[in-house]
């Protein structure tokens, strides 16, 4: 199966959650959030393992762009395989907008008088912000 991705020029993408594999399919390209910036994942990319950041996963495969949020977790790329292991990962059409907002608007009030709890709000406005940007750009 490598020998046959690296021929090609495909990748294996697999997108793991605690609960059930989400994706599991070939790809041209992968573009997924790191927590320092986006990252674009090409065949024949190098060995790596990433931190991910909350944000916009998109797998483009057959002339088709899939887009997923994915919420945090780690990447790691070996062998034209891209392997996602994150707590969450939906389908960008269905992040509810109107669930995010309420969430960043909860997390904004949040008390935060404590180190531990300031991360935790500053996690939580992250993460409502980038899921509102991910509903935003799948309209």
Same mark, same amino acid.
């Given at each position: 199966?490598?020998?046959?991705?690296?021929?090609?020029?495909?990748?294996?993408?697999?997108?793991?959650?605690?609960?059930?594999?989400?994706?599991?399919?070939?790809?041209?390209?992968?573009?997924?959030?790191?927590?320092?910036?986006?990252?674009?994942?090409?065949?024949?990319?190098?060995?790596?393992?990433?931190?991910?950041?909350?944000?916009?996963?998109?797998?483009?495969?057959?002339?088709?762009?899939?887009?997923?949020?994915?919420?945090?977790?780690?990447? $790691?790329? *070996?062998?034209?395989?891209? /392997?996602?292991?994150?707590?969450? #990962? @939906?389908?960008? +059409?269905?992040?509810?907008?109107?669930?995010?907002?309420?969430?960043? $608007?909860? *997390?904004?009030?949040?008390? /935060?008088?404590?180190?531990?709890? #300031? @991360?935790?709000? +500053?996690?939580?406005?992250?993460?409502?912000?980038?899921?509102?940007?991910?509903?935003?750009?799948?309209?």
């Amino acid at each position: 199966m490598a020998e046959q991705r690296q021929s090609t020029g495909q990748l294996q993408c697999v997108v793991v959650t605690p609960e059930a594999t989400v994706v599991d399919t070939t790809a041209q390209f992968v573009a997924l959030p790191l927590y320092d910036g986006e990252l674009g994942i090409a065949p024949l990319h190098s060995p790596m393992i990433g931190r991910l950041g909350y944000g916009e996963l998109r797998i483009e495969s057959g002339g088709q762009t899939s887009v997923y949020y994915v919420d945090g977790g780690f990447v $790691q790329v *070996a062998n034209n395989v891209v /392997s996602i292991l994150t707590n969450r #990962a @939906m389908k960008a +059409d269905q992040v509810d907008p109107a669930a995010a907002n309420e969430r960043l $608007q909860q *997390a904004i009030r949040r008390p /935060s008088n404590t180190d531990e709890l #300031a @991360m935790i709000r +500053d996690r939580q406005i992250a993460q409502s912000r980038a899921q509102l940007r991910v509903a935003r750009r799948a309209k």
